[in-house]
């Protein structure tokens, strides 16, 4: 089956535009770590982190905990073999202890990470660190990627391909540059906007639904940050309230970093992935309602994308304020274990941060199904 010319030129501009969107991430990443600071080592001094593999449990002085479920307690003494790094083939006998907070339990075979401490000329000390989990991450984001291409055929590839855009922008770009000093809520809101247009031109090409789905979530995040803001002003919450501002205060003395912006900044990342999820659902089913029926006008369009969303955005809302819930579940069963009275609680500084973070997105997830609709029922009834 041959390609007409519409097809053609449609690949070609596919293609320029994927070629494009891959030179200005590159040119980013390339700007955006220029003059970064590296850890390095010496023959005589470094830390460095390698795997190693178990070779033999030569003495073990154990025992089980019943009082903490279970958990291991004592010391075990491990020949291990270091597998990567400059001492590749070093044999080493470390001693492995257990408690529980520290439980790596290990047997003759398995890999695990260890610290390794120079302190001389091929003088160092060798510690087991964790288990070697980079296997495990391999095959998960592996499954992740073969559910995504099965189940969602070359749209699921596309959607992969835009997360991992996604990921490469947070990492190579927002956390580079916020630590030589640029104002983390401005520039979080530029890779938003970017990242959220490859992701939607990635799924849906250039169209007038994909133009109305990225329009909607970047305006749906934003009322998501300036309620974040305006909470936290009122409320004194800040970076300086969290629990890595011990940590950061020590970053800020060697690094520019300005960390008052971070804590909405958070908000805004953690909520793009749930309003891009809900603007494109509304996009997508404004599109068919207006292709069944393109005499609608613009106001029934907009009503039609506020029922449909009606539906859409509950669900969301939960899915968003129980992902708050669920990651500081250790949290909340040790305040409730502690008797702490309503008010006390509403006005701890963990408590506070959390239903700010919950609240901000969820209103910017229900904010995003007007914005959507409006600017899709406008797109779609345009004259040309």
Partial sequence: MSLNNFDKKRIVKNIFVIIAFSLVLILALVLANKDRPEYTTTRE????????KVLAITENNSEIDRDTEGVL???????????????????????????????????????????????????????????????????????????????????????????????????GILLPLTLKGVQPIPLTCGIIFFTSAVCFYLIGGFSKKTVAAALGC????????????????????????????????????????????????????????????????????????????????????????????????????????????????????????YGVGLRQLLCTDFVAIEIIRAIAGSVGIICAVPCVSIIAALLYTRKK
């Fill in 45 to 52: 001094t470094g830390v460095e982190y390698e795997t190693a």
């Fill in 73 to 171: 307690r004592g010391s075990a003494e491990l020949k291990v073999e270091i597998l990567t790094g400059r001492y590749k083939g070093d044999i080493c006998f470390v001693t492995n202890y257990f408690s529980a907070l520290y439980n790596v339990d290990v047997k003759p075979g398995d890999t695990v990470c260890v610290r390794i401490d120079t302190t001389g000329d091929r003088v160092y000390n060798c510690n087991i660190y964790n288990y070697n989990r980079v296997p495990l991450i391999i095959c998960l984001l592996v499954l992740f990627f073969l559910s995504l291409a099965i189940i969602g055929g070359f749209q699921g590839i596309k959607a992969f391909a835009g997360l991992a855009y996604t990921v490469l922008c947070i990492f």
């Fill in 218 to 337: 970047f305006g749906g995040v934003m009322i998501a940050a300036l309620l974040a803001q305006v909470s936290a002003n009122i409320g004194g919450i800040s970076t300086f309230q969290m629990d890595e501002a011990e940590a950061l205060l020590l970053l800020k003395s060697t690094t520019a970093i300005k960390l008052r912006g971070l804590f909405t900044s958070g908000i805004l990342i953690a909520a793009m992935g749930a309003v891009m999820d809900i603007a494109m659902s509304i996009a997508s089913a404004l599109e068919e309602v207006h292709n069944i029926n393109p005499e609608r006008d613009a106001r029934q369009l907009f009503t039609s994308g506020l029922n449909i969303g009606r539906d859409a955005m509950g669900t969301m809302a939960n899915t968003l304020v129980l992902a708050y819930v669920g990651s500081a579940l250790n949290m909340c069963v040790l305040i409730y274990s």
